[in-house]
């Protein structure tokens, strides 16, 4: 597990929370409330900030699933497998993404979305991620819907410079759902853990040219100012690289 400096305001823990069903390996996620400050009406893992009573990111992950979806805490069917390497959020975050499976799929019948905070509680098949296509049997949202503003049917992309990364172009992926569009960082976590779980690349191609891909080359990308900022914060300087990855929400 990655060790951080990082002070706990400046840490977060998202849960993957990954079951079989029908032969699918699938991911459980969330659309945020449309009445939240940040990011509303978007796609999400169950997961947020780190508090300081956390005494680590799995306990952030937990805590928050419980929170925003009614995720009992501390059940023996549900199994912590691991926890990824970390990711820089836009809002120079480092997010730590926490694996877990679940055993006893009863459990999701009582899973209930917090008001306020999640409108929708929906899955998806983790290989997905690596071949889009593979939703074709989903209930996905309408094309060219407020939901889904696009003509393709599975998945797309934009790529676009990024200021924090000193200009260098960053794509931004987007895949179509049951619920709304998979989309930046937490598609950036779960095609990690697609690629990981599967040992296998994705179908289309996942860097911009010329993309930051491992933690040194974002470091040496990083604009001056941001890049102390996140050393002032504590965030190592030289760490190995691909220890942590850049994302876009």
Known sequence: MYR???P???????????YEQNGSLR??????????????GQTALP?????????????????EAFEEVGLP???PNIHTLCVLRPFVAYTKLLVSPVVALLTDLSLLDNLVPAQGEVDVIFDHPLE???EPSLSAGENLVDINSELWPSNESFYNFTDSQWPLLGGS?????????SASAIKGLTAEILIMAAVIAYDRSPAYSRYAKGQPTTFNDIL???DPSALTELRDEGLPGSPAPSEVILGRV
Do not use: C
């Not at 172009?169 to 759902?177: A, P, T, V």
């Open 8 to 18: 706990t305001k400046k840490r977060a823990g998202v849960l993957i929370l990954l």
């Open 220 to 222: 040496q990308a990083l």
């Open 27 to 40: 991911v459980l996620l969330t659309r945020r409330a449309l009445t939240l400050r940040t990011h509303p």
């Open 128 to 130: 997905a991620f690596l």
């Open 169 to 177: 172009d960053y794509r931004m992926h987007r895949f179509r759902s």
């Open 73 to 75: 805490l501390d059940n």
């Open 47 to 63: 997961g947020g900030k780190m508090d300081e009573t956390d005494k680590d990111v799995i306990e952030t992950a937990y805590r």
């Open 4 to 6: 951080s400096n990082v």
